[in-house]
């Protein structure tokens, strides 16, 4: 297997659950794979015109492999992205990310990018940042490697700090 000589060759010491993740593939479709990559690379442009390509690329890898649930997972971030950095109406982001993240759960609801996925539908359209840092925690306890999802934790421990602190200064 090539995840078993790459690790060999690196001489790297890999802890089973890490060694799991390696050897699962992340899609059955080469072509969806590679849309789905070069999508995530142009999403991190943040431009309308990037995230706009990249919606449309991982789209099409969807469309190759429906059982993608990482592809329907970074769709949901890349609406997101689009609402926040484009001209995407707010009502139409959230319908796009919500659809995208039912589509996701419903192939693989414990993947650390579904959750990851759900917790930024958690925390910025249904505004309940208390459950959004429970699926960021459980996102990271599947994945210790996933930034995104420290990212996410970090910006909602620090929404909910803040709110803290505005309540006990009213």
Same mark, same amino acid.
């Given at each position: 297997?090539?995840?078993? /000589?790459v690790?060999?060759?690196?001489?790297? *010491?890999?802890?089973?659950?890490?060694?799991? =993740?390696?050897? &699962?593939? !992340?899609?059955? /479709?080469?072509?969806?794979? %590679? !849309?789905?990559? %070069?999508?995530?690379?142009?999403?991190? &442009?943040?431009? =309308?015109?990037?995230? @706009? *390509?990249? +919606?449309?690329?991982?789209?099409?890898? @969807?469309?190759?492999?429906?059982?993608?649930?990482?592809?329907?997972?970074?769709?949901?971030?890349?609406? !997101?992205?689009?609402? @926040?950095?484009?001209?995407?109406?707010?009502?139409i $982001?959230a319908?796009? $990310?919500? *659809?995208?993240? =039912? %589509?996701?759960?419903? +192939?693989?609801?414990?993947?650390?990018?579904?959750?990851?996925?759900?917790? =930024?539908? *958690?925390?910025v +359209?249904?505004?309940?940042?208390?459950?959004?840092?429970?699926?960021?925690? &459980?996102?990271?306890?599947? /994945?210790? /490697? #996933?930034?995104?999802? #420290?990212?996410? !934790?970090?910006n909602?421990?620090?929404?909910?700090?803040?709110?803290?602190?505005?309540?006990? $200064?009213?």
């Amino acid at each position: 297997d090539v995840a078993d /000589n790459v690790i060999k060759e690196l001489r790297v *010491e890999v802890f089973p659950d890490e060694f799991d =993740q390696l050897r &699962k593939r !992340l899609s059955d /479709n080469s072509e969806a794979y %590679k !849309l789905y990559l %070069k999508g995530s690379e142009l999403g991190q &442009k943040r431009t =309308q015109e990037s995230l @706009t *390509e990249a +919606i449309s690329l991982i789209e099409e890898a @969807t469309v190759l492999e429906p059982n993608f649930a990482r592809a329907q997972a970074e769709l949901v971030f890349l609406y !997101l992205l689009l609402g @926040t950095y484009g001209e995407l109406n707010n009502d139409i $982001m959230a319908k796009k $990310m919500q *659809e995208h993240l =039912q %589509k996701a759960q419903n +192939i693989n609801p414990d993947l650390p990018e579904v959750l990851f996925a759900s917790a =930024q539908v *958690e925390n910025v +359209i249904r505004k309940d940042s208390t459950k959004a840092i429970s699926l960021f925690r &459980k996102a990271i306890e599947l /994945n210790k /490697n #996933y930034a995104p999802a #420290y990212f996410g !934790l970090g910006n909602a421990l620090r929404f909910v700090e803040n709110a803290e602190s505005s309540r006990i $200064m009213a």
